[in-house]
């Protein structure tokens, strides 16, 4: 099975960071997916990594370590509109089947 | 593009009723993925289509679950005789192709189906 896991909630500061951690523990591996969630809304794609190392979207970035099991997602210069949840999923190895973690609630303050 | 739709967007059923779920994928993907999610476990996965076909139903309760795509166009979920456990968002999702190693190929995602049964 894929087990993700993720912390259920983080607060941080409008114009700070925010970093959204998951960890995984898989039978196999072909990259990581994340995506955002509001509340009452379907989740939306932000980022897939399936390499080591960081990858610079902009006000997005993800970390992967595949020796660890581990991925960040980071998001800077924090707006309030980034309060949601953040959604990391391990893709299953032969069917691009997303396993998701049970997200993680941001919520951004003035 | 309208991107995945599903209907209804809420249904509430009785103890033992049929529900059943709709998902439109987006035109031109040939896969389509049924998820469930609720706030004690999350988003679970139930079942997938590739082309129409069933591919992996690993994550479908074995009893009263059902899913079909009788054309490119729709699939449907099937929950028979529903019981207040089943009450969840069910998410529909689609995506261009999902072989490959490292496909980079998006799933996209409809705005769900909340069911709740009393």
């Known amino acids: 099975g894929q087990g993700v896991e993720q912390p259920a909630k983080l607060m941080s500061v409008e114009g700070t960071f925010a970093r959204v951690n998951c960890t995984y523990s898989?039978?196999?591996?072909?990259?990581l997916s994340w995506y955002q969630q509001r509340e009452g809304q379907a989740p939306v794609f932000l980022s897939y990594?399936?390499?080591?190392g960081l990858k610079d979207s902009g006000h997005f970035s993800t970390f992967l370590s595949r020796s660890n099991g581990y991925s960040y997602l980071l998001l800077t210069e924090l707006q309030i509109k980034d309060s949601a949840s953040y959604l990391c999923?391990?893709?299953?190895?032969?069917?691009?089947?997303?396993?998701f973690g049970s997200g993680t609630k941001l919520t951004v303050e003035p | 593009n309208a991107g995945v739709i599903q209907t209804p967007r809420h249904k509430v059923t009785g103890k033992g009723q049929e529900a059943t779920l709709w998902c439109e994928p987006i035109?031109?993907?040939?896969?389509v993925f049924w998820y469930r999610q609720t706030i004690v476990q999350g988003l679970e996965f139930l079942t997938y289509?590739?082309?129409?076909?069933?591919?992996?139903d690993s994550g479908m309760p074995k009893e009263r679950f059902s899913a079909q795509m009788p054309n490119q166009s729709h699939s449907t979920l099937k929950i028979q005789s529903t019981q207040p456990q089943d009450s969840a968002v069910y998410l529909c999702?689609?995506?261009?192709?999902?072989?490959?190693?490292?496909?980079?190929?998006?799933?996209?995602f409809g705005p769900g189906t909340r069911l709740l049964v009393l």
């Open positions: 289509f590739r082309n129409q076909a069933p591919i992996d």
């Open positions: 999923a391990v893709r299953d190895p032969n069917y691009n089947v997303l396993y």
């Open positions: 990594v399936v390499l080591d």
């Open positions: 999702a689609s995506s261009l192709k999902d072989w490959g190693a490292f496909n980079q190929d998006t799933q996209y």
């Open positions: 035109s031109g993907h040939s896969a």
């Open positions: 898989t039978s196999g591996f072909n990259g």
